[in-house]
T-cell receptor
Framework: GAVVSQHPSRVICKSGTSVKIECRSL??????MFWYRQFPKQSLMLMAT?????????EQGVEKDKFLINHASLTLSTLTVTSAHPEDSSFYIC???????????FGPGTRLTVL | QQQVKQSPQSLIVQKGGISIINCAYE??????FPWYQQFPGKGPALLIA?????SEKKEGRFTISFNKSAKQFSLHIMDSQPGDSATYFC??????????????FGKGTLLTVNP
């Protein structure tokens, strides 16, 4: 149980375009979803936390207008990287937590490359 | 301020040996301590977790030892196998009091098990 999927697994885009990443909880209702960014050989950096139906709470230093997060249902959250630039290239990982679960379960990640 | 300190940064073990990774935390409000295993290009996967009312938890070859008074916990991998080669993250969160269940991660340990 507690499976989280992400789509796409890899995306390459041109500078200036927007990219949407989907995160789904497949076998539980995710009351809280989290978005992380991970640089090579580093730990996970929390970008934002979202509760279903509420606005996301962004961590300090994360631009909310650049990284748009929507958590419209108990099984789906999306991260949209707007006007992407090469410095936004990274590994983006979502996680989800249900009310009956003790901790977060992670998706497989999305590798974003901005040319 | 790093609230969870993890060591060592990297670890090389021979096949069949014991791998030991240590973590120390500062926030006594933490009440749940998971360990995640991450393979290259993949999202972290929950490996094993412990609550502070238990001093040890074992699941197969993986054991968590927890020392509440010292605010330390460790992961022991018995009979280490080459397939265990991955990055391991300790983490801590607060599952009560409206914490929003954020995870605080250690910086990770890259484990290499030589055949």
């Amino acid at each position: 149980g507690a499976v989280v999927s992400q789509h796409p697994s890899r995306v390459i885009c041109k500078s200036g375009t927007s990219v949407k990443i989907e995160c789904r909880s497949l076998d539980f209702q995710a009351t809280t979803m989290f978005w992380y960014r991970q640089f090579p050989k580093q730990s996970l950096m929390l970008m934002a936390t979202s509760n279903e139906g509420s606005k996301a709470t962004y961590e300090q230093g994360v631009e909310k207008d650049k990284f748009l997060i929507n958590h419209a249902s108990l099984t789906l959250s999306t991260l949209t990287v707007t006007s992407a630039h090469p410095e936004d290239s990274s590994f983006y990982i979502c996680s989800a937590r249900g009310s009956s679960l003790d901790t977060q379960y992670f998706g497989p990640g999305t590798r974003l490359t901005v040319l | 301020q790093q609230q969870v300190k993890q060591s060592p940064q990297s670890l090389i073990v021979q096949k069949g040996g014991i791998s030991i990774i240590n973590c120390a935390y500062e926030n006594t409000a933490f009440d749940y301590f998971p360990w995640y295993q991450q393979f290259p290009g993949k999202g972290p996967a929950l490996l094993i977790a412990i609550r502070p009312d238990v001093s040890e938890k074992k699941e197969g070859r993986f054991t968590i030892s927890f020392n509440k008074s010292a605010k330390q916990f460790s992961l022991h991998i018995m009979d280490s196998q080459p397939g265990d080669s991955a990055t391991y993250f300790c983490a801590a969160n607060k599952n009560s009091g409206g914490s929003n269940y954020k995870l605080t991660f250690g910086k990770g340990t890259l484990l290499t098990v030589n055949p």
